[in-house]
């Protein structure tokens, strides 16, 4: 296949394209895909072997045809470096070693090695090519703004801005556009970060893009297409907590509901990659590149969770990767930062400039947007201190105010305030529960130890602040959803007035708002299997129904008054539970049928 041309329709239904040092296998959805890249650059002696005829000392043929999920892409994978599927995020934990992983695509694109040597290396990791936009992805600014990110491989800062090439999907109204770029620099590697803003977007319009960065010699990236966001209509949002490069994640899904129009922007609530720092921070490029044919073409709004906030880096790859939030209007300012603190007060200029959403934020812990009928905001409960406290504050009131534009208001973070577990657990250790220690092999739910010293503060106790803070203001101002992940599963609450109390069994007319955990997009290791049950008990009457497995949701706002939440199965993309809240009057809940802690 020559780059940049498609290869017709293969007998099963599965339609092949050649990207830019990619190679994409896709067709009905369901669990993550098979990749290549044939632009990567082995790093065995001899080449990568061809993946259907690849046996050596270590692998035989029958393991390495196992780690495919579709022959046709392992056939035209050729003796490219790839990612295969099926054993995506299969053995790994959080802290687990690149090389004794490699079949897991842990640390990015592998291949088996050509005629090894006896002492091996019998399979390597690849090299990403110099010079070539890879990890393309559409940030949500507004509804009329998005901003692509991306990330080259260069020895310096480019002396020029950023390039896009943008038009209306017909090839009418072409735009050339400029944008920023910054280095981002950990240890020995060199990352080029670029955003290119696409502003004055038409609603519901289908554009056609492509990406490269300031230098004269790099490549553009191929074509893609993307639906723009809106500010009336019915609106079609996907949202999930805790995903990474695992086999049973929900990308094929999301991939076919976004093209298919099922959703038309996705909302991730923390725990990216697990963790995007890792392995020299291979591990965020295996896991970004991965998701690229999704979000190249379908809008997203990152949150921020426990792992990014102790991912190695400190959280300042995700500053990096979601910083086309703040971006949103500001002018373009070309950065010539090499420095860590030059990196930083070079952003620090664009938040500032940069107004994103409704309300003004300086930073992308916290952000907000409207798409269509919804106001979506994202929380950082890692540190809920008082600037995000107010700044929450003022976001909803603004939003409340235009409540007759935007009726429904969605609160998300990566941590619930409400769930079964917590309940069951609220004597354990909160610094343990919010670690990335029990996480490490929690394919579903999650884990809880006792306090290590006398008096440690606890679960019960964490979430109980969380309550004191947030019920408070979500009554004021109405919210109707909060939406979380962090317990690798499902659960879903009647509408809820405080202090663990639900306001009623049903979703006419909510008196309070409606908790949602939503935490397992396809955790590393997660099974193929999923299961939904009720959560009703007479000690938790306030608990609905609660799943199993790898999974996300997809929300419809129809109009004023009518919302659905439909919770998908990775694995084959039906739908286990749904519900709909009918809400005729939004606005402030009446606070006597609240409690307040």
Known sequence: ATPGKKVGMMNSGWTLQLAAGLLFVAGTFADVYDLSYPKYISGCPNGCAAWT?????????????????????????????????????????????????ITDSFAGPWCVCKDPSPVGPFAAYCTAPQKVPEQINLQVASPEVAVVGFVTYEDALPAGPPIAKLAKADGTDPVTLQGVSHDYVVGNRTWIMSYVKFGNLLPRTDYTYSVKSGSSDCEWSDNFTFRSGYTTGVTRIATYGDMGHSHHNNMGNMKADCAAGRIDAIVHMGDHAYNVGMANGHRGDAYMNAFQPVLSSCLWMPVIGNHEGSDGDHFNRYLNITWGEIYGNAPP?????????????????????????????????????????????????????????????????????????????????????????????????AEYYMSLAPEAFARTGHDFKPCAVPGCKTVGEQATDWQKILHPIFVKYGVDIYNAGHVHDYQSMFPMCGNGTACQTNFDSPKGPVHITEGNGGVPGVAGTNSVTSCTSATMPWCRMAGKGGAYARITAWNYTHLTYDHVDNPTGNVSDSWTIVQPKHGPFNPDDHIFL
């Not at 393991?63 to 053995?91: F, N, R």
């Open 53 to 101: 005829d690849a046996a050596n000392a270590k692998y035989n043929q029958t393991a390495i045809d196992a780690l495919w999920v579709l022959p046709s892409a392992q056939t035209a994978a050729g003796s490219s470096c790839a990612m295969p599927a099926a054993s995506a995020g299969d053995h790994e934990c959080d802290c687990s070693d690149a090389n004794e992983q």
């Open 333 to 429: 300012v070309h950065s010539t930062a090499t420095s860590a603190l030059g990196h930083l007060l070079t952003k620090g200029t664009m938040y500032a400039a940069g107004v994103h959403g409704p309300t003004p934020t300086l930073n992308s812990r916290y952000v907000s947007s409207d798409m269509g009928l919804i106001h979506m905001v994202g929380l950082d409960l890692n540190n809920l201190d008082d600037g995000q406290v107010a700044w929450l504050e003022q976001d909803l009131a603004k939003a409340e105010a235009n409540r007759e534009a935007v009726p429904w208001i969605m609160v998300t973070s990566h941590f619930p305030i409400h769930h079964t577990e917590l309940t069951e657990n609220a004597d354990a250790s």
